[in-house]
């Protein structure tokens, strides 16, 4: 039976489809779920959300520069953040999987969300050294991961 590992992120397309690839070499039994690219079926966002996620025994959630924020009377003061969406979800799998079935990658300049320091965050490095990493938090979750394969 596949292991599914939930790929949550925002618009950068190249972070999600090398973490997509890193899940489907570093496991014979896992299987990536990335919510765009499974059918609607009629279903809403969220209730497409719900039902993938549910099926899910670990999530990636990736921190990437997408958007821009900070108060609104410091316009100066504004940072690169992750989608909005990405944040909400990462809060759904803190509270449905436990903190140590989550893995935060974040790209470089990305503000991290303040409230939940304490998870585990893993800089999304241009040399890959994410890889191993995530792959350690993986097996360490109880995932079947064979470090073997990521060289």
């Known amino acids: 039976m596949n292991e599914k590992v939930f790929i949550v992120h925002g618009q950068d397309e190249a972070a999600k489809l090398a973490v997509a ?3 489907d070499k570093v496991g014979p039994n896992l299987e990536p779920v990335v919510l765009d690219e499974q ?19 670990f999530a990636v959630v ?3 520069p997408d958007d821009v924020g900070g108060p609104k009377d410091k316009p100066d003061e504004r940072n690169l953040r ?6 909400l979800e990462l809060g759904y799998f803190l ?9 935060v990658l974040y790209k470089e300049g990305v503000e991290l969300p303040s409230d939940i ?8 490095d241009r ?4 890889q191993l990493k995530l ?10 991961i064979d470090l073997n394969r990521l060289f």
Request: with cysteine; hydrophobic share 40%.
């Open 82 to 87: 992750a989608r909005q969406n990405v944040v």
């Open 21 to 23: 690839r890193f899940v």
């Open 135 to 144: 792959a350690r938090e993986m097996k360490a979750a109880g995932l079947s």
């Open 62 to 64: 990736l921190l990437t």
């Open 95 to 103: 509270s449905e999987l436990e903190p140590e079935r989550v893995c």
């Open 117 to 124: 320091y304490g998870l585990v965050y893993v800089p999304m």
């Open 39 to 57: 059918p609607s079926e009629g279903r809403t966002i969220i209730h497409k959300f719900k039902e993938h996620a549910a099926e899910a025994c």
């Open 127 to 130: 040399f890959d050294g994410w």
